[in-house]
């Protein structure tokens, strides 16, 4: 079965960078079924893609956190790793990592980002001086 | 940019039908995904491409689409239902969620 493990500081100060490590067990991150994605909830609040990589370090970023987000594999430790700069307390959130299966091509256009379907638990993160 | 819009809230007595839904004008042309969350769980894949029905997922979940507005039905639906629910599909730069939307059960 399927494993995600987010890791990671609970706390970061404000202007500083938050980073956080994914470990998958029970499957192998160079799958090439599959990319490796961020997603983020802040308290209270609705789903937010952050975003994805593939095995062999292919991105999508969400475009209202591109400038501030890296994301990288490794996959001689199959883990996968988010990195967002100057943090604010909007950055506030439960974080997670989740394998999402490869897109489409309808007749019109090619997606290349899936549906979700195995989740790590979650990571809160605080973001306080 | 583009969004997928959710109704913040749905109430429904236990064993009737509920019905969610997602609009966004794209949808036409690409596939929908659903997901539950219930307090303090990470989300729960219950419907993909649509109408599909992920193993392990009760039968009373299942997914539709029309023009640009895509809707999961639960029918006869139970107090373990009661949940925040999430669509997800594709955009120009990767992907998205709706607002979400909490199924309350009476």
């Known amino acids: 079965q399927l494993q995600l493990q987010e890791s990671g500081p609970g706390l970061v100060k404000p202007s500083e960078t938050l980073s956080l490590t994914c470990t998958v067990s029970g499957g192998s991150i160079s799958s090439s079924s599959y990319y490796w994605g961020w997603i983020r909830q802040p308290p209270g609040k609705g789903l937010e893609w952050i975003g994805s990589i593939y095995y062999s370090g292919s991105t999508y970023y969400n475009p209202s956190l591109k400038s501030r987000v890296t994301i990288s594999v490794d996959t001689s430790k199959n883990q996968f790793s988010l990195k967002l700069s100057s943090v604010t307390a909007a950055d506030t959130a439960v974080y997670y990592c989740?394998?999402?299966?490869?897109?489409?091509?309808?007749?019109?256009?090619?997606?290349?980002?899936?549906?979700?379907?195995?989740w790590g638990q979650g990571t809160l993160v605080t973001v306080s001086s | 940019s583009y969004e997928l819009t959710q109704p913040p809230s749905v109430s429904v007595s236990p064993g009737q039908t509920a019905r969610i839904t997602c609009s966004g004008d794209a949808l036409p042309k690409q596939y929908a995904y659903w997901y539950q969350q219930k307090p303090g769980q990470a989300p729960v894949l219950v419907i993909y491409k649509d109408s599909e029905r992920p193993s392990g997922i009760p039968e009373r979940f299942s997914g539709s689409s029309s023009g640009t507005t895509v809707t999961l039905t639960i029918s006869g639906v139970q107090a373990e239902d009661e949940a925040d629910y999430y669509c997800?599909?594709?955009?120009?730069?990767?992907?998205?969620f709706g607002g979400g939307t909490k199924l309350t059960v009476l």
């Open positions: 997800q599909s594709a955009d120009s730069s990767g992907t998205l």
């Open positions: 989740a394998r999402q299966q490869q897109g489409y091509c309808s007749s019109t256009s090619c997606y290349a980002l899936g549906n979700f379907d195995y």
